[in-house]
């Protein structure tokens, strides 16, 4: 490292570090919250609840529910009737109420026509800025579609909303596109630009684009749809959601809010786990040499979160949650699908070595680490898995998980435009002593 660089890292390192016993004595609660998990409130939804303790505070089995209805009757009800889901829920969750047939046809009608990008977007901005990292190619796309909106600044409900479909139509198509041009322009293939079907739902047009045959079956359409069912949303207080309430409380536009979004769901202690939780269970089949001997895993496992393997951060990717304790009840859905379609795709071996590290890698971390609540896999532990089964590529993991997440952001969009109009800013306190100013002249 260069000379300078070293040393102006050494002052950084010696004047930013606070003594973490401080946290306790000015009841700073890291991270925003406390030891438990139970978040500092920041405010009131009517979105969705996310529940890991009952009313004295005991731990129970994580529940989701959407405008209060529990996201396991959802996911049930759409099996029962075999249809997909992702634009129903969308209504739900944008609007607050179930759609009956006739709205649901109209809002998918909708979907549809605001799909289509502006002319000359494809080749002007995607195609001409390939990059591995579809995540960020999204939020460049993002920005750039603010330059085609005469009514950017607009913040009346009527507008952000109409800007909030348009971007939700928008999204897949724009994720597809961007690693399509990743895989021409970088990795010298063929180049694929489908256009959406207005006849398809989400998750259809999703494969139909990334596919180059276009061709999908109806069982991985659906797996797929459920998948984005269970990423939408999940609270004001996720790192995502909560900046996009952060962002829309300044008077922000909707582009640039959904801009900052994505760039935290793109973090591997969020969002961007799907991608990591897939990678490291590559790096542990490697690494291990009998999948069976639950010792010589677990031993693994140890070296993971010493930082001496895998990516050297210490982090068991789709292991632990914020809030959730003893189950997040989205990983329990997932589940009851992975274990369907692994059988289907003959990736039942693989899932043995899953299986043994959902169990093993939290009674890792609870050995390794001080832990005050119960730890267990969370929704990104098996969602990569899912999507490696059905064909799609580790580049678009992380960007499922925005096609789907920015249906919550929207909805808590609105929300905090609508009641809030006090913009979002705690308090950080100084725990510096005060100093005289030093002379130049003086200086060591
Ligand atoms: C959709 C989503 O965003 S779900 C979350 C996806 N993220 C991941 O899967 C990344 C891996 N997991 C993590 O990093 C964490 O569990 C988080 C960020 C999700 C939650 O973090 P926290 O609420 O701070 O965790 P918690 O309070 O339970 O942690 C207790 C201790 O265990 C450690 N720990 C918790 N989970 C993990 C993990 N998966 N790997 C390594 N250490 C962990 C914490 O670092 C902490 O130790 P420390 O005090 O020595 O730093
Ligand atoms: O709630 C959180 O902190 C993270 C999470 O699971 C999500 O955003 O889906």
């Excluded at 950017?152 to 139509?169: F, G, M, P, T």
């Excluded at 900046?243 to 202690?269: C, E, F, M, Q, R």
């Excluded at 490697?286 to 496992?301: F, G, T």
């Excluded at 267990?376 to 999507?387: L, T």
Aim: proline share 4%.
């Amino acid at each position: 490292m260069d000379q300078r660089l070293k040393a102006y890292e050494e002052k950084v390192l010696s004047s930013s570090k606070i003594p973490i016993e401080y946290y306790e004595k000015y009841d700073v609660k890291k991270g925003l919250r406390d030891i438990n998990g139970v978040g500092v409130l920041a405010g009131l939804t009517n979105i969705s609840a996310v529940h890991a303790t009952d009313k004295n505070g005991h731990q129970i089995p994580g529940v989701l529910e959407y405008r209060a209805f529990n996201v396991k009757d959802i996911v049930a009800q759409l099996r029962e009737d075999n249809r997909f889901g992702f634009e129903e829920v969308t209504y739900l969750l944008l609007f607050g109420v179930l759609p009956n047939q006739k709205e649901l046809k109209e809002f998918q009608a909708l979907l549809s026509e605001k799909r289509e990008l502006p002319v000359g977007f494809v080749r002007d901005v995607i195609l001409s800025h390939p990059s591995e990292d579809v995540m960020n190619l999204m939020s460049q796309c993002i920005l750039s579609l603010a330059s085609y909106d005469e009514n950017v600044s607009d913040i009346s409900i009527a507008n952000v909303l109409l800007q909030s479909i348009q971007l939700i139509a928008n999204f897949p198509v724009i994720a597809i596109y961007s690693y399509q041009a990743h895989q021409h322009y970088n990795k010298h293939e063929s180049l694929h630009i489908h256009y959406p079907s207005s006849d398809l739902t989400t998750a259809e047009n999703i494969l139909r684009l990334l596919r180059p045959d276009q061709k999908y079956s109806d069982t991985e359409a659906k797996v797929l749809d459920v998948a984005l069912i269970l990423h939408m949303e999940h609270g004001g207080g996720n790192n995502s959601t909560f900046t996009t309430h952060v962002v829309t409380s300044s008077g922000s536009d909707t582009y640039a809010t959904i801009a900052a979004a994505l760039s935290s769901l793109k973090g591997p202690k969020h969002g961007g786990a799907n991608i990591k939780a897939a990678k490291m269970l590559e790096n542990i089949k490697k690494n291990v040499s009998n999948p069976n001997d639950d010792e010589e895993i677990s031993n693994y496992l140890k070296q993971i979160l010493n930082k001496e393997a895998f990516d050297h951060k210490g982090l068991l990717y789709g292991i632990g949650h914020a809030i959730y304790t003893i189950s997040d009840p989205r990983f329990e859905i997932f589940k009851t699908y992975v274990a369907e379609l692994a059988a289907e795709k003959g990736r039942l071996e693989d899932l043995e070595l899953y299986e043994k590290v959902e169990v093993l890698a939290p009674q890792v971390i609870v050995e390794e680490r001080k832990t005050y609540k119960t730890i267990s896999p969370n929704i990104d532990f098996y969602s990569g898995f899912v999507y490696e089964m059905l064909g799609i590529p580790q580049e678009l993991y992380t960007p499922l998980f925005a096609i789907a997440r920015i249906v919550g952001w929207s909805a808590h969009r609105t929300e905090e435009l609508i009641n809030m109009n006090k913009i979002i800013r705690p308090a950080y306190e100084s725990v510096m002593d005060p100093k005289e100013y030093i002379d130049m002249k003086v200086r060591e």
